[in-house]
Protein backbone atom coordinates (compact mmCIF):
# COMPACT_ATOMS: atom_id res chain seq x y z
CA UNK A 1 0.00 0.00 0.00
CA UNK A 2 1.00 3.43 -0.94
CA UNK A 3 0.64 5.94 1.93
CA UNK A 4 0.89 9.62 0.90
CA UNK A 5 2.56 11.57 4.04
CA UNK A 6 1.16 14.89 5.26
CA UNK A 7 3.04 16.34 8.63
CA UNK A 8 1.09 18.53 10.58
CA UNK A 9 2.71 21.31 10.66
CA UNK A 10 2.96 21.98 14.78
CA UNK A 11 3.37 18.75 17.21
CA UNK A 12 1.63 18.62 20.21
CA UNK A 13 3.29 19.15 23.34
CA UNK A 14 2.95 15.09 24.81
CA UNK A 15 0.37 14.88 28.00
CA UNK A 16 1.79 13.86 31.39
CA UNK A 17 2.17 10.43 31.38
CA UNK A 18 1.56 9.77 35.34
CA UNK A 19 -2.49 11.24 34.32
CA UNK A 20 -3.36 9.92 30.73
CA UNK A 21 -6.61 8.69 31.99
CA UNK A 22 -8.12 6.84 29.40
CA UNK A 23 -9.24 8.34 25.82
CA UNK A 24 -8.47 12.03 26.64
CA UNK A 25 -5.21 12.60 24.38
CA UNK A 26 -4.98 12.20 20.76
CA UNK A 27 -1.64 11.89 19.01
CA UNK A 28 -0.40 14.11 15.75
CA UNK A 29 -1.42 12.31 12.82
CA UNK A 30 -4.19 9.77 11.80
CA UNK A 31 -4.80 7.29 9.10
CA UNK A 32 -7.30 8.12 6.46
CA UNK A 33 -8.47 5.81 3.23
CA UNK A 34 -11.46 5.87 0.86
CA UNK A 35 -13.30 3.22 -0.41
CA UNK A 36 -15.63 3.34 -3.50
CA UNK A 37 -17.48 0.42 -5.27
CA UNK A 38 -15.87 1.95 -8.55
CA UNK A 39 -12.29 2.29 -7.28
CA UNK A 40 -12.36 -0.40 -3.88
CA UNK A 41 -9.78 1.31 -0.95
CA UNK A 42 -7.39 3.77 -2.32
CA UNK A 43 -6.23 7.11 -1.19
CA UNK A 44 -4.19 6.05 1.96
CA UNK A 45 -2.79 9.08 3.92
CA UNK A 46 -1.47 9.81 6.71
CA UNK A 47 -2.61 13.25 7.69
CA UNK A 48 -2.32 15.75 10.66
CA UNK A 49 -5.25 14.12 13.25
CA UNK A 50 -8.09 16.95 13.19
CA UNK A 51 -11.74 17.30 12.03
CA UNK A 52 -13.17 15.44 8.86
CA UNK A 53 -15.60 17.11 6.41
CA UNK A 54 -18.70 15.12 5.76
CA UNK A 55 -21.79 15.78 3.89
CA UNK A 56 -25.01 15.91 6.20
CA UNK A 57 -26.56 13.10 4.27
CA UNK A 58 -23.50 10.99 5.13
CA UNK A 59 -25.26 7.39 5.20
CA UNK A 60 -23.47 6.40 8.62
CA UNK A 61 -25.11 9.80 10.42
CA UNK A 62 -28.75 8.20 9.29
CA UNK A 63 -28.38 4.42 9.28
CA UNK A 64 -25.27 3.68 11.46
CA UNK A 65 -23.40 1.92 9.24
CA UNK A 66 -20.03 2.09 11.36
CA UNK A 67 -17.60 -0.66 13.01
CA UNK A 68 -14.67 0.24 14.82
CA UNK A 69 -11.99 -2.38 16.46
CA UNK A 70 -9.66 -1.32 19.91
CA UNK A 71 -5.72 -2.57 20.62
CA UNK A 72 -3.42 -1.60 22.05
CA UNK A 73 0.74 -1.03 21.14
CA UNK A 74 2.96 -1.56 24.31
CA UNK A 75 6.75 -0.15 24.54
CA UNK A 76 9.03 -2.37 25.89
CA UNK A 77 12.54 -0.23 25.87
CA UNK A 78 12.95 0.76 22.39
CA UNK A 79 10.78 -1.57 20.81
CA UNK A 80 6.80 -0.95 20.00
CA UNK A 81 4.84 -4.00 20.27
CA UNK A 82 1.20 -4.69 19.60
CA UNK A 83 -1.01 -7.46 20.62
CA UNK A 84 -2.68 -9.89 18.11
CA UNK A 85 -3.53 -7.21 15.56
CA UNK A 86 -4.69 -10.30 13.29
CA UNK A 87 -7.22 -10.88 15.39
CA UNK A 88 -9.34 -7.29 15.11
CA UNK A 89 -8.36 -7.36 11.70
CA UNK A 90 -10.40 -10.74 10.84
CA UNK A 91 -13.27 -9.26 13.73
CA UNK A 92 -13.63 -6.04 11.45
CA UNK A 93 -14.40 -8.59 8.72
CA UNK A 94 -17.34 -9.89 10.45
CA UNK A 95 -18.42 -6.64 11.97
CA UNK A 96 -18.52 -5.05 8.22
CA UNK A 97 -20.04 -8.09 6.75
CA UNK A 98 -22.58 -8.05 9.09
CA UNK A 99 -23.60 -4.79 8.84
CA UNK A 100 -22.92 -4.93 4.70
CA UNK A 101 -19.76 -2.92 4.70
CA UNK A 102 -16.67 -2.31 2.33
CA UNK A 103 -14.21 -4.85 3.83
CA UNK A 104 -11.11 -3.62 5.04
CA UNK A 105 -8.59 -7.21 4.37
CA UNK A 106 -6.38 -8.34 6.93
CA UNK A 107 -3.48 -6.89 4.94
CA UNK A 108 -4.38 -3.75 4.50
CA UNK A 109 -5.69 -3.28 8.59
CA UNK A 110 -3.00 -4.92 9.90
CA UNK A 111 -0.22 -2.73 7.54
CA UNK A 112 -2.18 0.69 8.23
CA UNK A 113 -2.11 -0.11 12.39
CA UNK A 114 1.96 -0.77 12.13
CA UNK A 115 2.10 2.44 9.24
CA UNK A 116 0.25 4.68 11.79
CA UNK A 117 1.82 3.20 14.80
CA UNK A 118 5.66 2.94 13.27
CA UNK A 119 4.93 7.23 12.16
CA UNK A 120 3.25 7.99 15.99
CA UNK A 121 5.80 5.78 17.97
CA UNK A 122 7.42 8.07 20.48
CA UNK A 123 3.42 8.75 21.25
CA UNK A 124 3.69 5.48 23.05
CA UNK A 125 4.35 5.83 26.51
CA UNK A 126 6.83 4.25 29.03
CA UNK A 127 5.32 5.08 32.54
CA UNK A 128 4.33 1.63 33.91
CA UNK A 129 0.35 0.49 32.79
CA UNK A 130 0.32 2.97 30.07
CA UNK A 131 0.00 1.77 26.54
CA UNK A 132 -1.43 3.43 23.09
CA UNK A 133 -5.12 2.47 21.79
CA UNK A 134 -5.14 2.27 18.61
CA UNK A 135 -9.08 3.00 17.71
CA UNK A 136 -9.61 1.96 13.74
CA UNK A 137 -12.83 2.45 12.43
CA UNK A 138 -15.05 2.55 9.04
CA UNK A 139 -18.12 4.06 8.29
CA UNK A 140 -20.33 5.52 5.53
CA UNK A 141 -19.69 8.28 3.80
CA UNK A 142 -22.10 8.22 0.69
CA UNK A 143 -24.39 10.91 0.88
CA UNK A 144 -28.42 9.93 0.47
CA UNK A 145 -31.10 9.22 3.00
CA UNK A 146 -32.33 6.15 0.80
CA UNK A 147 -31.40 2.71 3.32
CA UNK A 148 -29.40 0.85 0.92
CA UNK A 149 -26.03 -0.36 1.65
CA UNK A 150 -23.56 3.18 1.48
CA UNK A 151 -21.30 3.20 -1.97
CA UNK A 152 -18.56 5.11 0.09
CA UNK A 153 -16.61 4.65 3.29
CA UNK A 154 -13.92 5.76 5.22
CA UNK A 155 -11.71 4.36 7.09
CA UNK A 156 -9.77 6.13 10.03
CA UNK A 157 -7.34 5.13 12.86
CA UNK A 158 -6.57 7.39 15.02
CA UNK A 159 -4.39 7.10 18.28
CA UNK A 160 -4.65 7.68 22.03
CA UNK A 161 -2.11 7.44 24.68
CA UNK A 162 -3.99 5.91 27.66
CA UNK A 163 -3.34 4.89 31.60
CA UNK A 164 -5.15 2.68 33.47
CA UNK A 165 -8.83 2.36 32.33
CA UNK A 166 -9.98 3.02 36.18
CA UNK A 167 -7.69 5.60 37.29
CA UNK A 168 -8.20 3.25 41.08
CA UNK A 169 -6.18 0.24 39.48
CA UNK A 170 -6.54 -3.24 39.60
CA UNK A 171 -9.58 -3.09 42.26
CA UNK A 172 -12.93 -4.85 42.18
CA UNK A 173 -15.95 -3.17 40.32
CA UNK A 174 -19.43 -3.33 41.32
CA UNK A 175 -21.74 -4.58 38.68
CA UNK A 176 -24.92 -4.40 37.87
CA UNK A 177 -27.16 -7.10 36.95
CA UNK A 178 -29.66 -4.66 33.87
CA UNK A 179 -33.21 -7.12 33.82
CA UNK A 180 -35.28 -4.29 31.98
CA UNK A 181 -32.69 -3.10 29.12
CA UNK A 182 -31.05 -5.73 26.56
CA UNK A 183 -28.15 -5.31 24.78
CA UNK A 184 -28.13 -7.79 22.11
CA UNK A 185 -29.87 -10.77 20.20
CA UNK A 186 -29.50 -13.95 18.28
CA UNK A 187 -29.98 -12.88 14.36
CA UNK A 188 -28.75 -9.24 15.89
CA UNK A 189 -25.71 -7.50 15.87
CA UNK A 190 -24.31 -8.39 19.31
CA UNK A 191 -20.85 -10.16 17.87
CA UNK A 192 -20.51 -7.40 15.40
CA UNK A 193 -17.71 -4.40 17.23
CA UNK A 194 -20.37 -1.32 15.79
CA UNK A 195 -21.48 2.10 17.42
CA UNK A 196 -25.30 0.71 17.33
CA UNK A 197 -24.71 -1.41 19.74
CA UNK A 198 -23.40 0.54 22.09
CA UNK A 199 -26.10 3.61 21.04
CA UNK A 200 -28.77 1.33 22.34
CA UNK A 201 -26.65 0.19 25.83
CA UNK A 202 -26.03 3.92 26.98
CA UNK A 203 -29.26 4.44 28.52
CA UNK A 204 -28.27 0.82 31.15
CA UNK A 205 -24.90 2.65 31.62
CA UNK A 206 -26.45 5.81 32.85
CA UNK A 207 -28.67 3.89 35.09
CA UNK A 208 -26.42 1.63 37.04
CA UNK A 209 -23.69 4.96 37.49
CA UNK A 210 -26.47 6.39 39.17
CA UNK A 211 -26.93 3.47 41.29
CA UNK A 212 -22.76 3.47 42.22
CA UNK A 213 -22.36 0.55 39.41
CA UNK A 214 -19.72 0.36 37.27
CA UNK A 215 -20.70 -1.40 34.66
CA UNK A 216 -23.51 -3.65 33.73
CA UNK A 217 -23.87 -7.16 33.42
CA UNK A 218 -25.84 -8.14 30.25
CA UNK A 219 -28.36 -10.84 30.06
CA UNK A 220 -29.54 -12.60 27.32
CA UNK A 221 -32.17 -10.93 25.36
CA UNK A 222 -34.92 -13.22 25.06
CA UNK A 223 -35.12 -14.75 28.32
CA UNK A 224 -33.77 -12.05 30.14
CA UNK A 225 -31.85 -15.35 32.28
CA UNK A 226 -28.48 -16.30 30.94
CA UNK A 227 -25.23 -14.15 31.03
CA UNK A 228 -23.45 -12.74 28.23
CA UNK A 229 -21.28 -9.71 28.82
CA UNK A 230 -19.94 -6.65 30.67
CA UNK A 231 -20.51 -3.16 29.32
CA UNK A 232 -17.18 -3.14 27.29
CA UNK A 233 -15.79 -6.66 28.08
CA UNK A 234 -16.84 -10.04 28.06
CA UNK A 235 -17.36 -12.03 31.58
CA UNK A 236 -15.74 -15.16 33.33
CA UNK A 237 -16.65 -16.64 36.31
CA UNK A 238 -15.11 -18.99 38.63
CA UNK A 239 -17.32 -21.56 40.03
CA UNK A 240 -15.43 -24.43 42.15
CA UNK A 241 -13.23 -25.45 39.67
CA UNK A 242 -14.90 -24.62 36.52
CA UNK A 243 -14.38 -21.03 34.77
CA UNK A 244 -17.49 -20.50 32.87
CA UNK A 245 -18.01 -17.91 30.01
CA UNK A 246 -21.05 -17.25 27.66
CA UNK A 247 -20.34 -18.96 24.29
CA UNK A 248 -19.91 -17.05 21.00
CA UNK A 249 -23.37 -17.72 20.02
CA UNK A 250 -24.24 -14.34 17.96
CA UNK A 251 -25.33 -12.14 20.73
CA UNK A 252 -21.73 -11.95 22.43
CA UNK A 253 -18.76 -9.89 21.54
CA UNK A 254 -15.68 -12.36 20.43
CA UNK A 255 -13.20 -10.40 22.36
CA UNK A 256 -9.56 -11.37 21.71
CA UNK A 257 -8.62 -11.00 25.72
CA UNK A 258 -11.28 -13.55 26.32
CA UNK A 259 -9.82 -16.10 23.50
CA UNK A 260 -6.44 -15.35 25.41
CA UNK A 261 -7.61 -15.87 28.69
CA UNK A 262 -9.30 -19.04 27.28
CA UNK A 263 -6.21 -20.08 25.70
CA UNK A 264 -3.38 -19.48 28.59
CA UNK A 265 -6.44 -21.17 30.62
CA UNK A 266 -6.58 -24.03 29.07
CA UNK A 267 -2.61 -24.08 29.00
CA UNK A 268 -2.69 -23.61 32.61
CA UNK A 269 -4.55 -27.22 33.50
CA UNK A 270 -8.16 -25.47 34.31
CA UNK A 271 -11.76 -26.55 32.98
CA UNK A 272 -13.00 -23.80 31.03
CA UNK A 273 -16.55 -23.88 30.20
CA UNK A 274 -18.06 -21.23 27.33
CA UNK A 275 -21.56 -22.36 28.06
CA UNK A 276 -25.07 -20.76 29.19
CA UNK A 277 -25.36 -19.65 32.86
CA UNK A 278 -28.35 -19.15 34.51
CA UNK A 279 -28.37 -15.63 36.88
CA UNK A 280 -30.05 -16.98 39.53
CA UNK A 281 -27.73 -19.90 39.79
CA UNK A 282 -24.93 -17.48 39.67
CA UNK A 283 -26.50 -15.41 42.10
CA UNK A 284 -27.11 -18.26 44.45
CA UNK A 285 -22.87 -19.43 43.77
CA UNK A 286 -21.98 -16.11 45.29
CA UNK A 287 -24.25 -16.43 48.03
CA UNK A 288 -23.19 -19.82 49.13
CA UNK A 289 -19.30 -19.24 48.34
CA UNK A 290 -18.81 -21.08 45.66
CA UNK A 291 -18.35 -18.47 43.16
CA UNK A 292 -14.59 -17.95 43.86
CA UNK A 293 -13.75 -15.47 41.69
CA UNK A 294 -15.34 -13.50 38.94
CA UNK A 295 -13.82 -10.67 36.18
CA UNK A 296 -14.13 -8.91 32.86
CA UNK A 297 -11.90 -9.41 30.21
CA UNK A 298 -11.18 -6.33 27.76
CA UNK A 299 -8.46 -4.52 25.92
CA UNK A 300 -8.83 -1.33 28.03
CA UNK A 301 -8.81 -2.41 31.06
CA UNK A 302 -7.44 -5.94 30.27
CA UNK A 303 -8.61 -7.93 33.48
CA UNK A 304 -11.22 -6.30 35.87
CA UNK A 305 -12.24 -7.90 38.78
CA UNK A 306 -16.29 -8.01 39.51
CA UNK A 307 -16.50 -7.38 43.71
CA UNK A 308 -20.02 -7.00 43.80
CA UNK A 309 -23.02 -7.92 41.84
CA UNK A 310 -26.55 -6.98 42.15
CA UNK A 311 -29.57 -8.24 40.76
CA UNK A 312 -33.50 -7.20 41.04
CA UNK A 313 -32.34 -6.25 44.94
CA UNK A 314 -30.00 -9.16 45.50
CA UNK A 315 -26.58 -7.63 46.50
CA UNK A 316 -23.56 -10.23 47.03
CA UNK A 317 -19.86 -9.86 47.72
CA UNK A 318 -17.58 -11.69 45.48
CA UNK A 319 -13.93 -12.75 47.31
CA UNK A 320 -14.55 -10.26 50.49
CA UNK A 321 -14.34 -7.38 47.75
CA UNK A 322 -10.65 -8.62 46.88
CA UNK A 323 -9.45 -9.46 43.79
CA UNK A 324 -8.96 -13.36 43.11
CA UNK A 325 -5.64 -15.20 43.59
CA UNK A 326 -6.34 -16.34 39.86
CA UNK A 327 -7.70 -13.19 38.77
CA UNK A 328 -4.20 -11.34 39.69
CA UNK A 329 -2.27 -14.55 38.14
CA UNK A 330 -4.20 -14.06 34.63
CA UNK A 331 -3.77 -10.28 34.57
CA UNK A 332 -0.23 -10.51 35.12
CA UNK A 333 0.52 -13.51 32.91
CA UNK A 334 -1.34 -11.16 30.05
CA UNK A 335 0.14 -8.00 30.49
CA UNK A 336 3.26 -9.46 30.89
CA UNK A 337 2.68 -10.90 27.39
CA UNK A 338 1.86 -7.44 26.15
CA UNK A 339 4.60 -5.62 27.19
CA UNK A 340 7.22 -8.34 26.10
CA UNK A 341 8.78 -8.69 29.88
CA UNK A 342 7.02 -12.72 29.72
CA UNK A 343 7.72 -15.62 27.53
CA UNK A 344 4.73 -15.35 24.36
CA UNK A 345 5.00 -18.94 23.52
CA UNK A 346 1.61 -18.31 21.55
CA UNK A 347 3.46 -15.56 19.04
CA UNK A 348 1.05 -12.86 20.30
CA UNK A 349 3.09 -10.26 20.04
CA UNK A 350 3.98 -7.95 17.09
CA UNK A 351 7.16 -6.02 16.89
CA UNK A 352 6.38 -2.87 14.88
CA UNK A 353 9.24 -1.59 12.88
C1 LIG B 1 -14.55 -4.71 22.49
C2 LIG B 1 -15.54 -5.39 23.37
C3 LIG B 1 -15.19 -6.44 24.24
C4 LIG B 1 -13.76 -6.87 24.49
O1 LIG B 1 -13.08 -7.28 23.36
P1 LIG B 1 -11.48 -7.28 23.35
O2 LIG B 1 -11.14 -7.70 21.97
O3 LIG B 1 -11.05 -8.24 24.39
O4 LIG B 1 -11.07 -5.88 23.65
C5 LIG B 1 -16.20 -7.08 24.94
N1 LIG B 1 -17.49 -6.70 24.80
C6 LIG B 1 -17.85 -5.70 24.00
C7 LIG B 1 -19.28 -5.33 23.89
C8 LIG B 1 -16.90 -5.00 23.26
O5 LIG B 1 -17.27 -3.99 22.47
Known amino acids: MDIKITRAKQLKNKPDESNLGFGHYFTDHMFVMDYTVEQGWHNAQIVPYGPIPMDPASMVLHYAQET ?30 RLCMAEVSEE ?69 VEDEYVRAVVGGTGFAKCGGNYAASIAAQVKAEKMGYTQVLWLDGVHRKYVEEVGTMNAMFVI ?110 KTVK
Open 240 to 349: DDEIVTAPLEGSVLPGVTRDSCIQILKDWGYTISERHLDIDDLMEYAKNGRLKEAFGTGTAAVISPIGELSYKGNVQIINDFKTGELTCKLYDELTGIQWGTKADPYGWV
Open 108 to 176: LFVEAVEAIVDYEKDWVPSAEGTSLYIRPFCFATEAGVGVHPARAYKFIIILSPVGAYYPEGVNPVKIF
Open 68 to 97: FEGLKAYRNHDQILIFRPEMNAKRMIASNE
